[in-house]
């Protein structure tokens, strides 16, 4: 069993530059790929990140493609989603995941443990 905490969310303006970070607890982090989802209201969940286990491997959608950059301390436990230059339309609740397995994926469906989100919010 894992428990995932996201934090950094917030209130921020347009062309802003958040961090977001998500702390694991429980089982051998290293061995787990993570991602970052989002999820505005009214919409389906949507990938915006992820990384393989050893942090090896990054993979980003294409609307936040060289916007944002998805790390990790496996000594921390803890993954990063540092987002750049944000627009209104980037306003959403982002999660953060973890699955059973090292390599990265940008399909929810493959991750076996979340967090209860953290609100981001961009003003125009």
């Known amino acids: 069993q894992m428990q995932v905490v996201e934090s950094g969310g917030g209130l921020v303006q347009t062309g802003g530059s958040p961090r977001l970070s998500c702390v694991v607890a429980?089982?051998?982090?290293?061995?787990?790929?993570m991602g970052w989802f989002r999820q505005a209201p009214g919409k389906e969940r949507e990938f915006v990140a992820t990384?393989?286990?050893?942090?090896?491997?990054?993979y980003y959608a294409g609307s936040m493609k060289g916007r944002c950059t998805i790390s990790r301390d496996n000594a921390k436990r803890t993954v990063f989603l540092q987002m750049n230059s944000l627009k209104p339309e980037d306003t959403a609740v982002y999660y953060c995941?973890?699955?059973?397995?090292?390599?990265?994926?940008?399909?929810?469906?493959?991750?076996?443990?979340w967090g209860q989100g953290t609100q981001v919010t961009v003003s125009s």
């Open positions: 990384i393989s286990g050893g942090g090896a491997h990054t």
């Open positions: 995941a973890a699955r059973n397995g090292v390599y990265a994926s940008s399909n929810h469906r493959d991750y076996d443990y």
């Open positions: 429980g089982r051998a982090f290293s061995s787990n790929a």
